[in-house]
């Protein structure tokens, strides 16, 4: 399964570079919006990287399923 932020390496292979300092100087001259960790590396969402790369989503229309009837009905007939 796939995470929300690209890993070290899709990030690695991305920028071209190993280094952190490198990858986020990638990201900055290419003005990629990205968050560091504590530990200083860049994370960068996966659906970020994908709109910035031009791909596209696409949306399928769905109706809804159609309501269940129900299997019985109250009797209001003997209430007063």
Do not use: C
Not at 1 to 26: N, P
Not at 55 to 63: D, F, G, Q
Request: charged content about 30%; proline content about 9%.
């Amino acid at each position: 399964m796939e995470t929300e932020i690209l890993s070290e390496k899709e990030l690695a292979e991305l920028t071209g570079y190993k280094a952190r300092g490198y990858q986020r100087r990638w990201l900055e001259e290419r003005q990629w919006h990205f968050v560091e960790s504590r530990g200083g590396r860049p994370l960068v969402g996966r659906q970020y990287a994908r709109m910035k790369l031009g791909m596209t989503l696409e949306v399928i229309a769905t109706t809804p399923p159609p309501l269940p009837e129900p299997t019985w009905t109250p009797d209001f007939s003997r209430v007063n």
